[in-house]
T-cell receptor, first 112, second 113 residues
Framework: ETGVTQSPTHLIKTRGQQVTLRCSSQ?????VSWYQQALGQGPQFIFQ???????GRGNFPPRFSGLQFPNYSSELNVNALELDDSALYLC???????????FGEGSRLTVL | DAKTTQPNSMESNEEEPVHLPCNHS???????IHWYRQLPSQGPEYVIH???SNVNNRMASLAIAEDRKSSTLILHRATLRDAAVYYC??????????????FGSGTQLTVLP
């Protein structure tokens, strides 16, 4: 148990739809990162939020966006879903940028 | 390329030490080396990290080469619960407080009873 919870655990969408994934970070953690993990591959960095602002982004298009709230929980939004967006989406929280990351168990998204 | 290079798979016998190698020849001077592991249907779990010198914690040891182009994760006595995919990762500073972990494909460790 890492104290990081994600919802929903599984969901199915169709191409072109929009999805919102949610993450509740571990108590006291002010930094949240999101990762995408395709089947059989390592996680890929999407972006990081620190004190409600995006302060780092990987190689993902603008249709991937996020929010961090005052309680440090976070959302990942993906618009105009594509088949290749099917993956496990992982949220990780930490205190500051140098500490270890605590990952949730992920949200499995399937796009049909 | 910020990714690391690891063997796809390794096997170990239970209660024996395991040495998991990693190459990161393009690492910069400020990038930390992190190791995480992932069991099926779970998120990655932190194992250890370091910058220049060798590091030890309750889970493992991390030996970093003097030129920092390679490192080795050492599990002192493998157990069946250590069977997982082990990721060697560069922690890239993006500026300010932002940090990106660049995962590779990892090493699937099988522990034999």
């Amino acid at each position: 148990e890492t104290g990081v919870t994600q919802s929903p655990t599984h969901l199915i969408k169709t191409r072109g739809q929009q999805v919102t994934l949610r993450c509740s970070s571990q108590s006291g953690h002010n930094t949240v990162s999101w990762y995408q993990q395709a089947l059989g591959q390592g996680p890929q960095f999407i972006f990081q939020y620190y004190r409600e602002e995006e302060n780092g982004r990987g190689n993902f298009p603008p249709r991937f966006s996020g929010l961090q709230f005052p309680n440090y929980s976070s959302e990942l939004n993906v618009n105009a879903l594509e088949l290749d967006d099917s993956a496990l989406y992982l949220c990780a929280s930490s205190f500051g940028h140098a500490g270890e990351l605590f990952f949730g168990e992920g949200s499995r998204l399937t796009v049909l | 390329d910020a990714k690391t290079t690891q063997p796809n798979s390794m096997e170990s016998n239970e209660e024996e030490p395991v040495h998991l190698p990693c190459n990161h020849s393009t690492i910069s001077g400020t990038d930390y080396i992190h190791w995480y592991r992932q069991l099926p249907s779970q998120g990655p779990e932190y194992v250890i990290h370091g910058l220049t010198s060798n590091v030890n914690n309750r889970m493992a040891s991390l030996a970093i080469a003097e030129d920092r182009k390679s490192s080795t994760l050492i599990l002192h006595r493998a157990t069946l619960r250590d069977a997982a995919v082990y990721y060697c990762i560069r922690g890239v500073n993006l500026g300010g407080s932002a940090r990106q972990l660049t995962f590779g494909s990892g090493t699937q460790l099988t522990v034999l009873p």
